[in-house]
T-cell receptor, first 112, second 114 residues
Framework: QKEVEQDPGPLSVPEGAIVSLNCTYSNSAFQYFMWYRQYSRKGPELLMYTYSSGNKEDGRFTAQVDKSSKYISLFIRDSQPSDSATYLCAMTRENYGQNFVFGPGTRLSVLP | DGGITQSPKYLFRKEGQNVTLSCEQNLNHDAMYWYRQDPGQGLRLIYYSQIVNDFQKGDIAEGYSVSREKKESFPLTVTSAQKNPTAFYLC?????????????FGDGTRLSIL
């Protein structure tokens, strides 16, 4: 079993839809959880960063962590064509250093 | 503007050739990292460095080498021993003091075989 699993997509939604992106993981020691957005031929850009379980909201984005189920989600409300990108989840035991584990990414297309 | 600059954007390697990918950051970050990204796989760590003149192997270091002579710079050499070098290479940096920004990434170098 891979340490972090993520549905690769591609996922296509109409503009204005609510998007749910998900990752599952196997290591219960993970405490810090991140979502990155990566546009084609660009580097990942940090979107959301959360510690332990709970929800965090930033504009149209909400990150949710359920440590008991080892499951994290990113919700995008009122999705826009500019949200079309690959979304990577990442997690780690400590909030710095080399022990980040990344999911393979979900490719999202938001159609106008 | 603060950030991480990777160059070149595209690089081609001939058989038996070593090539060097550049990574420079002006974020005053202590730690720097090199990742390899292949389709359908998560980022895999090649090398990382937490301070100048010190670096450690990551999960897939074979066929690669690095140096860290300056805080701002962390070049990666893909040697001829790396038999499958075609990939997207990403450089990242982080600061132990800035816990809200775990890793910043550059815009990558795409390496292909001629």
């Amino acid at each position: 079993q891979k340490e972090v699993e993520q549905d690769p997509g591609p996922l296509s939604v109409p503009e204005g839809a609510i998007v749910s992106l998900n990752c599952t993981y196997s290591n219960s020691a993970f405490q810090y959880f991140m979502w990155y957005r990566q546009y084609s031929r660009k580097g990942p850009e940090l979107l959301m960063y959360t510690y332990s379980s709970g929800n965090k909201e930033d504009g149209r984005f909400t990150a949710q962590v359920d440590k008991s189920s080892k499951y994290i989600s990113l919700f995008i409300r009122d999705s826009q064509p500019s949200d079309s990108a690959t979304y990577l989840c990442a997690m780690t035991r400590e909030n710095y250093g080399q022990n980040f584990v990344f999911g393979p990414g979900t490719r999202l297309s938001v159609l106008p | 503007d603060g950030g991480i600059t990777q160059s070149p954007k595209y690089l081609f390697r001939k058989e038996g050739q070593n090539v060097t990918l550049s990574c420079e950051q002006n974020l005053n970050h202590d730690a720097m990292y090199w990742y390899r990204q292949d389709p359908g796989q998560g980022l895999r760590l090649i090398y990382y460095s937490q301070i100048v003149n010190d670096f450690q192997k990551g999960d897939i270091a074979e066929g690669y080498s690095v140096s860290r002579e300056k805080k701002e710079s962390f070049p990666l050499t893909v040697t001829s021993a790396q038999k499958n070098p075609t990939a997207f290479y990403l450089c990242a940096s982080s600061s132990y003091r800035d816990s809200n920004q775990p890793q910043h990434f550059g815009d990558g170098t795409r390496l292909s075989i001629l």
